[in-house]
């Protein structure tokens, strides 16, 4: 086993990694035609520093205005195991996966082969959690905006296997309510396997098979992945660690396979802003092609419920809130050891 490094040991190769690095990522750049303009350069120096300030081995930055893309990576892949991070390196992007489901949601409404408005029971016709009420009245809509009100945060590993969201479907019926159905706003990733398996029950496919349809190919996400062992040949960074005794690789690395459609996403910087560009439009791809209403795509952003005791909203999937006049649609994402 290796020795984890010092906290300063690794601000010290950090700063010698990201100075080595900035030649190729003007490189890339250039080689990219990107232009860099002087506001994400000082970006790029401010990453620079609290990289070195923090004990961060790898980032990758993206920002996406007025239709231009500039993407940037800085750092190593792995302290373990030294690799320049480039901006071809994958990241898990955990929790905004969600809004993937979401969109595949509304896209099979868009199909007619779901309604958001129906109870979960109309497609799963065993679903129980322990309140007996909640199971027979939870509808599709409130998976997506996080309403459902029993436990949020239920992990269990049941398998890899293709009945793994079934195995982990028949775990929630021990599942307790903390708060009524439909009343408060609280963060669920439980329910996302319910959405997940619904997805699965109505397509008649794997939340993976369609993932990769409905949401990579479609949008044109061609450096984006669900299935873990898919990134094995690709560059990708691992989560890390930081605790007084030094930075460590954190362990393990892969979500279980009934997690993947709450947050099991690996994506480029690229992809994601390709992603995001997406959302912002008017429902069509890269090439022209449509791939959904943008009434749907509003419909997500538009509010749901409020978050008791905030501003903020949430929408379906997305988190609502507002800085000034402005209005932001987020989500943010964290696995073991990786932020996005």
Known sequence: MSTPLTLRTIRLFTLLISATFIA????????????????????????????????VPGVAIGVLQNGQHRTAAFGITNIDNPQLMTEKTLFQIGSITKTMTGTIMMRLAEQGKLDLDANVTQYLPNFKVKDEQVSANVKVRDLLTHMSGWVGDHFSNTGAGDNALALMLAEMTELEQLAPLNSV???????????????????KDTIQNVMQSMIFDDIGLHDSYIVPSDVMTKPFVVGHNNAATGISVAQRWALYRAAWAAGGGIMTAGDMLKYAAFHLGDGSNSDGEQVMQQSSLMAMQAIQAPKIG??????????????GNLKVVAHGGATNGQQA
């Open 24 to 55: 190729a990522v003007s490189q890339a750049h250039e080689h990219s035609n990107q232009k860099v303009d002087k506001h994400f350069e000082q970006l790029s120096a401010f990453v620079h520093k609290a990289m070195a300030e923090n004990a």
């Open 185 to 203: 706003y609280s963060y669920n990733n439980s329910a996302f396997y319910v959405a997940a398996h619904i997805i699965e029950v109505v397509t």
């Open 310 to 323: 905030t501003e903020d909203a949430i929408g379906i999937t997305w988190h609502l809130s507002s800085v």
